[in-house]
């Protein structure tokens, strides 16, 4: 997963400093020092941890920056080194990286060059191995309507609530897709322009699709106009997605319910978790089988795919045994019913955990979101306890 990276901004000029500063607290999983000029020891200052990135500044006082490149390339082997420089001939440039530089930004520093060379940074440890992927995590509703994409939503803003988790939500319903409403926000730009773009797909690009929503999580939402999917492709869906899982530690995503066309199947295959949701009625139990089977038939692994129940009443007609009797299948969670709450909040814009972390749906999507990051811990528990408090 996309560890945090330490980062260390060396300059004598204040407005730099602060410039930085500004730029790299809004991203996530971060940590950076600044530091006045050239010191020894910079690890001191950052918390005893060894800089993955120093930012430094050409324009630092009375510096000689070929010569401060070699020194930190010296203590810091395994930093990069990010120079920050008004000159932005090619003479300039390459009399940097032949010094040491791994990127070279040009000053005024400007947020997006910044934060692409910092992502591009991440997904490079990546993919030398470095660091591990991210998870994909899928819902898809057995029937319409049974609530994959409030599941979703607060799932994905449940984990970005998290200290130190990135968090993507992507909505795969692309025909009907309904995430911008349930997220209050009407995105410029949506998924069709990253496949429409797809030759030049990077982290700038992924970046300028995607909408950073108040619940801390970065949105990619489905086309304003449904005919526009015919320029969403498989191999489209594929590399967005590869991509958000070098750049996210969670990436969520809410696919249509019963419909297995091929971006949805590609989204399926690259998940690590798939929830098929069901509610207690027989129609739903029973495209819930069908669609598990399916899903098995088309090679997806069995233990990638787990049947959870939205909408749970306790004293139902049908129980949580007689479900798992007939789907063959443990039941992995049980979504209790919060209507009111949930209404209020797919009205007001903001998910439910956001809005009220108190009700009772927002307190069992926390602890869905444990068992899904932390198996071992809820191992039996499924988010129902009887009336003595015991889990069910
Ligand atoms: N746990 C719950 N308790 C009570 N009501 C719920 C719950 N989850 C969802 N709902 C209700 O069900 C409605 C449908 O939910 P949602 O839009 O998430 O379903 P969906 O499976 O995404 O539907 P679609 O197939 O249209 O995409 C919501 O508007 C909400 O009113
Ligand atoms: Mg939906």
Redo the contacts with the bound molecule.
């Keep these: 997963m996309p560890h945090k990276l330490n980062i260390l901004v060396e300059s004598t000029r204040k407005e730099i400093l602060s410039q930085a500063s500004e730029i790299l607290s809004t991203l996530p999983k971060l940590a950076f020092s600044l530091s006045n000029g050239p010191q020894l020891k910079q690890t001191a200052s950052n918390g005893g941890k060894s800089p993955d990135i120093i930012l430094l500044d050409e324009g630092t006082e009375g510096g000689d920056i070929v010569a401060r490149l070699h020194q930190l390339k010296e203590e810091f082997a395994q930093a990069s080194i990010f120079v920050i420089s008004p000159d932005i001939s090619p003479k300039n440039i390459v009399r940097l990286m032949k010094a040491g530089a791994s990127e070279f930004i040009s000053n005024p520093v400007k947020a997006d060059n910044l934060i692409d060379a910092i992502e591009e940074f991440r997904i490079r440890r990546v993919n030398a191995g470095k660091v591990a992927e991210g998870k994909i995590c899928t819902?898809i509703?057995s029937?319409?309507?049974?609530?994959?994409?409030?599941?979703?939503?607060n799932s994905a803003a449940a984990v970005a609530r998290q200290q130190n988790q990135s968090v993507a939500l992507c909505d795969m319903?692309l025909e009907?897709g309904?995430l911008s409403v349930?997220l209050d926000t009407m995105p410029e730009l949506t998924i069709v322009d990253l496949c429409r773009n797809f030759h030049r797909l990077d982290v700038s690009l992924f970046r300028g699709a995607i909408t950073r929503h108040k619940s801390a999580l970065d949105f990619l939402a489905a086309p304003h106009n449904p005919s526009d999917i015919r320029d969403i492709k498989v191999e489209h869906v594929q590399q967005i997605l590869v991509l958000a899982r070098k750049l996210y530690d969670y990436t969520f995503l809410?696919c249509?319910?019963m419909h297995l066309n091929d971006t949805t199947l590609a989204s399926l295959n690259l998940s690590n978790h798939i929830f098929v949701?069901t509610d207690l009625s027989v129609p739903a139990i029973r495209n819930a089988s069908r669609l598990c089977t399916h899903l098995e038939k088309l090679g997806i692994a069995n233990s990638r795919i787990e049947v959870v129940i939205?909408?749970?009443i306790k004293r139902s007609t049908l129980s949580i045994e007689e479900v798992e009797k007939s789907l063959k299948r443990t039941i992995y969670w049980a979504?209790?019913?919060?209507?009111a709450e949930?209404?209020s909040s797919?009205n007001r814009g903001l998910p439910l955990v956001q809005k009220n972390s108190s009700a009772m749906?927002s307190r069992n999507i926390f602890d869905f979101v444990k068992k899904m990051q932390k198996p071992d811990i809820y191992r039996d528990y499924r988010g129902i306890k009887g009336v003595f408090g015991k889990a069910i």
Excluded: E, H, Q, W
């Design positions: 819902f509703s029937k319409g309507g049974l609530g994959s994409s409030v599941v979703a939503v319903c009907t309904d349930m809410d249509p319910a949701i939205n909408r749970y979504f209790p019913n919060d209507f949930i209404v797919i749906f």
